[in-house]
């Protein structure tokens, strides 16, 4: 709350296009579309997260492959690519190729937003969204950090505290939210619309809106508490049934939060010509892997022709997905792709008979949307003295990629100031600090410079980049045993591995029976294995003390000590780094040292 209140004094105070992919389905009009067939044209895009800056990350890999610095192996061709302002530029420009256009989303448009539309709880991306003209989207897991009554109120809008419209007043989303399968507990009440049926000539379309199921699994408990997520494929099958006997719909378009990626080969050695396959080219649909999109895809009604997804963040355009006769798409993330839907409806069964799509990067070599860079400059004016202040230093890049037993160097440098904070008895006597990987939202770069502030130096922009969400500290009490069951509970179903705190050390075979993947006698805390009766002290976020992430163990230690709000731990452990004086002594990547991998 104090950080809060600060805030609002201080801001009171102040081209690369691939060719078109085939056909998605085939019918009637394989041979080209009739005359009186329906032209629909839609502009999709997914996991937008706030990001109105043409920096963050403000690349996109586009192809294989140039040498590295040392010419000892390949590295991804990239381009410039995203920002708002090109966005809507694109937009424009797609747009003027079809009347009949809708632009639809995918779901994460908000939330884990960079500070530019984070510090004003994603107000900013909402007008940037409406500004854009988007006219439809679901709902992701993202959009329930801030609990369903934000969700309502980035819908319908409105200024319900302190820190929320101290820029302009919020009217809410112009575009319709849609969520058919998350429903009030023990109700078949939907929170918000499940389809939006549009009329275009004789033809209808229904966009169904869904979130994934797993949502409840790795968002804070708090934020979806007495709500039900159905599952994808039946919710589906009913409303296409419903909509076609009730209300005559034959054409239907999925908008999924979930999704796949592709998994191309490696380009080889570097004394070897590259792999054309060695990338992910944002208009294939190389090797793809994604089990819960695939059984999604294979269940939903025949029927359904096209499925926008999102969610992993990947480009692909899948025609005829898994011999589903279904087209399967996905914008990457953060506003660098648009997909360019094209469709014909048969102008006598009014079904969708063709799909054809094709992403294209929003590259930055256009002109950029005066409109839209009037908003992102409002806010950035706003937001720019606090985004710009250097609270710290780093000695090289520390990034939050893995090594093979999923530690990284960032990992390890959040969950030690986490337990740096919590260390004082009055402040929970903590011993062991653990950090979910998803809470890591952007890598800290030495060459990075968002506020003109020189190499190597650190902003606060910059770390709540890292750490948007805003969740609070807690400290609980853990038996050695209840620390090895959560431990296990990294590599089952799905491996999550917690980021751990200094001195904290074990080991694990993920080839192992589960149940037994961590050997017991390995867990470690400065060199002394863990008694299974001991209670230990122990830091982790709310979203973790609640069991997000599917890591239920938290829910079973005891003696919660709230703390405070995480980013603000991480920025005081920049501050204080060593003497704690400017110029800061920087932080060094962390060691990655303390979780092995033995099979």
């Known amino acids: 709350m104090r950080r809060i209140v600060a805030v609002v004094a201080v801001l009171a105070a102040a081209l690369g ?15 080209g579309p009739k005359d009186k067939d329906t032209r629909v044209q839609l502009l999709a895009f997914n996991d937008f997260h706030g990001h109105l800056e043409p920096t963050t990350p403000g690349t996109i890999q586009i192809g294989c492959c140039v040498p590295n610095a040392t010419n000892t192996a390949w590295t991804p061709r990239t381009v410039p690519a995203g920002g708002v302002e090109y966005f809507a530029t694109h937009l424009k420009g797609l747009r003027t190729a079809n ?3 809708i632009t639809v989303g995918a779901g994460d448009l908000i939330g884990a937003s960079p500070l530019i539309s984070g510090l004003f709880h994603d107000e900013p991306a909402i007008h940037s969204l409406n500004a854009l003209g988007l006219d439809v989207s679901g709902v992701g897991n993202h959009e329930f950090d801030e609990g369903l009554q934000e969700l309502y ?32 507990e023990g109700t078949d009440e939907t929170i918000l619309p499940a389809y939006e049926i549009r009329k275009i000539g004789n033809a209808k379309i229904a966009f169904i809106g869904l979130t994934l199921e797993a949502t409840p699994t790795i ?21 296409v049934e419903t909509l076609r006997n009730e209300q005559g719909v034959r054409s239907f378009v999925v908008l999924l939060h979930q999704g796949g990626f592709q998994n191309p080969p490696s380009p080889g050695p570097f004394t070897s010509p590259p792999n054309p396959d060695g990338y992910t080219d944002v208009n294939r649909c190389v090797n793809f892997g994604g089990s819960e999109i695939k059984a999604i895809a294979a269940g939903i009604d025949s029927r359904v022709k096209v499925i926008v997804s999102g969610h992993t963040h990947a480009p692909y355009i899948c025609p005829n997905f898994d011999g589903t006769g279904k087209l399967l798409t996905s914008a990457s993330s953060f506003g660098r792709v648009i997909t360019d839907i094209d469709l014909v409806i048969d102008h006598q069964s009014k079904d969708i008979t063709t799909a054809v799509a094709r992403n294209v990067i929003v590259t930055q070599d256009v002109a950029k949307d005066p409109a839209l860079t009037a908003i992102v ?12 202040q250097v609270v710290g230093a780093i000695t090289a890049d520390i990034t939050r990629t893995g090594n093979p037993a999923g530690e990284s160097a960032l990992g390890d440098v959040i969950a030690d100031a986490q337990l740096k904070a919590t260390q004082p008895s009055d402040f929970g006597g903590s011993v062991i600090a653990f950090m979910n990987p998803g809470g890591i939202r952007s890598d800290l770069l030495f060459s990075a410079s968002p506020g003109g502030e020189a190499p190597g130096q650190v902003t606060y922009g910059e770390l709540f980049t890292v750490q948007p969400f805003g969740n609070s500290l807690v400290v609980k009490t853990c038996t050695g045993a209840q620390i090895d069951a959560l431990l296990e509970q990294q590599i089952y179903p799905t491996t999550r591995i917690l ?55 938290f829910n079973e230690c005891t003696n919660a000590l709230g703390g405070e709000i995480d980013l603000d731990a991480l920025v005081r452990y920049f501050q204080q780094y060593a003497d704690g004086v400017p110029p800061f002594e920087p932080v060094p990547p962390g060691p990655q040292n303390r979780i092995t991998r033995v099979g």
């Open 153 to 184: 109120r980035m819908q319908f809008g409105g200024c319900t505290a302190p820190d929320h419209c101290v820029v302009e007043p919020f009217p809410g989303a112009i575009f319709q939210y849609l969520a058919a399968n998350v429903v009030r």
């Open 219 to 239: 968002v804070t408990p708090s934020g979806v508490a007495g709500l039900t997520f159905l599952p994808e494929v039946a919710t589906t099958n009913a409303l």
């Open 499 to 553: 980021q751990v705190s200094n001195g904290f050390t074990y080991s694990f075979n993920a080839s192992a029976p589960a149940g037994s993947r961590v050997d017991p006698a390995s867990i470690k805390l400065n060199g002394t294995t863990l008694s299974p009766a001991t209670g230990y002290r122990v830091t982790m976020n709310s979203f973790l003390a609640s069991g997000g992430d599917g890591f239920t163990v």
């Open 99 to 101: 009347t009949n256009t």
């Open 377 to 388: 400059d409002r806010y950035r004016t706003a937001s720019a003295p606090i985004a710009n």
């Open 17 to 31: 296009v691939a060719a078109p992919q085939a056909l998605a389905a085939k019918g009637p009009d394989a041979k």
